[in-house]
């Protein structure tokens, strides 16, 4: 499995950015997906079922960021609405190992490399 995230980049307070993450070497339909920023500790932001049907945010994002997938596309996507400079950080897309995401970090079983946010004025 192979996973690579694009769309970080240096934007001011209040501003937004959309990550994306591209998949393959898997049946991405299949699995559910997530997103995970390091800063420096490694805090699972959102997370979507395989089918799109569910998802999940921590409270520190919850009501400024959205998860979406496209599974025609092999892609997740992250829209960042209204970011603060605590959201600087690393981000990186993870692949879990079933349908169903789950919230421990030891379920997911293959990482991108990540893509660098920072917020700031």
């Known amino acids: 499995a192979r996973l690579a995230e694009s769309g970080g980049g240096l934007v001011q307070p209040g501003g937004s950015l959309r990550l994306a993450c591209t998949a393959s070497?898997?049946?991405?339909?299949?699995?559910?997906m997530a997103w995970f920023r390091r800063a420096p500790e490694r805090e699972l932001l959102a997370a979507i079922s395989a089918n799109g049907d569910t998802t999940y945010y921590a409270d520190s994002v919850k009501g400024r960021f959205s998860i979406s997938r496209d599974n025609g596309l092999n892609t997740i996507y992250l829209q960042m609405d209204n970011l603060e400079e605590q959201d600087t950080g690393l981000y990186f897309c993870?692949?879990?190992?079933?349908?169903?995401?789950?919230?421990?970090?030891?379920?997911?079983?293959?990482w991108g490399q990540g893509t660098q946010v920072t917020v700031s004025s």
């Open positions: 993870a692949k879990s190992g079933g349908p169903m995401y789950s919230l421990a970090h030891y379920s997911y079983d293959a």
């Open positions: 070497g898997f049946t991405f339909s299949l699995y559910s």
